[in-house]
């Protein structure tokens, strides 16, 4: 979500809990700086490895620096006031992780370059973020005693560079070599084993092009959440399994930012008809799995965009 400061942070709690009352989230607001953002934020959840903020970006260290614990500290802010405004809430609950891969392109080892450029490396991180997770999961169940169902998003937006090859090294002028499928598996399939074995439910949310779908699918995931515009047709295919097997497709449909057109709700409602129709999918049979999102974060709206495109996400959902 859009937003500098603590106060806008709980603007925007008050305004997923208002608007989005079937399923709400733990905001997320970027712009407060990098202890906020996805990286950060993943940092502050990874269970047993220290970090901090060189000029270049994250870096793990032998102990936390200044920068990581402000990160945590961040955290448990922000939870406080999710804890405080959601008190009497009942039902679904989503937060959301950066995912193992992406951390793993995004942060460096002690001594420079990517934990990527590392085999040891970047599994050491993964078992670290799921053991953090499973900690995220049961600090959130303390705090809400009336959630039924928690939803853990696990936010791959590297996941396509990491397979493909296409992640620069730290100089810029060459790229990490590709990650194997297998490998690439293996490591989501311990952060979402993580997430299920503390009773939630593991979400892998990309709005990038050419994300491995069918390898996603396959790790025990049970929700999928993709930008419509990036999927291709070899997509389809494995949408419609996930769908017709009781699992949750997340589409997003609602411009993250504010469209030089005005949005209309028919339009959008009938664009995820027709996708639905060329699945062979009928909306009332696939209604309780399918999930209306924006494109991606709203973090780069502004926030008249954001409180609109919260709203037309619903409305489109309660039209299907």
């Given at each position: 979500m859009p937003g500098t400061t603590d106060a806008d942070h709980a603007e925007a709690t008050r305004l997923v809990l208002g608007e989005l009352p079937d399923l709400p989230h733990v905001p997320e607001l970027p712009g407060r700086g990098v202890t906020a953002a996805m990286t950060g934020r993943g940092l502050a959840i990874v269970s047993g490895l220290g970090a901090d903020l060189q000029p270049a970006g994250w870096r793990l260290t032998d102990a936390s620096g200044v920068d990581h614990r402000r990160a945590r500290s961040l955290l448990a802010q922000d939870l406080d006031t999710v804890e405080e405004l959601a008190q009497d809430y009942q039902g679904a609950f989503k937060t959301q992780v950066a995912g193992p891969w992406t951390l793993a392109a995004t942060v460096e080892k002690p001594r420079g370059d990517k934990v990527l450029a590392?085999?040891?490396?970047?599994?050491?991180?993964a078992q670290a973020l799921a053991e953090g997770v499973r900690?995220?999961?049961?600090?959130?169940?303390?705090?809400l005693h009336g959630v039924d169902r928690w939803i853990v998003q696990v936010d791959e937006p590297v996941l396509a560079?990491?397979?493909?090859?296409?992640?620069?090294?730290?100089?810029g002028f060459g790229r990490h070599r590709r990650v194997d499928l297998p490998e690439a598996s293996a490591h989501l399939e311990w952060v979402v084993a993580a997430i299920v074995d503390a009773g939630g439910e593991a979400w892998v949310h990309s709005c990038a092009p050419k994300t491995p779908w069918s390898l996603v699918a396959g790790t025990g995931v049970h929700g999928?959440?993709?930008?419509?515009?990036?999927?291709?047709?070899?997509?389809?295919d494995t949408f419609a399994e996930v769908l017709e097997s009781g699992r949750t497709t997340a589409l997003g449909v609602v411009p993250s930012t504010a469209p030089a057109t005005e949005v209309s709700e028919a339009r959008t409602t009938e664009r995820v008809q027709r996708w639905l129709d060329m699945l062979?999918?009928?909306?009332?049979?696939?209604?309780?799995?399918?999930?209306?999102?924006p494109t991606c974060g709203l973090a780069g709206a502004s926030a008249e965009w954001a409180g609109r495109a919260v709203r037309l996400s619903a409305t489109v959902a309660r039209n299907l």
């Open positions: 590392d085999h040891g490396a970047r599994r050491e991180l900690t995220h999961l049961a600090d959130l169940r303390r705090r560079a990491v397979v493909a090859g296409q992640v620069p090294t730290a100089s999928l959440s993709a930008d419509l515009d990036m999927l291709g047709p070899a997509d389809l062979g999918l009928d909306p009332d049979g696939v209604g309780e799995h399918l999930v209306v999102t």
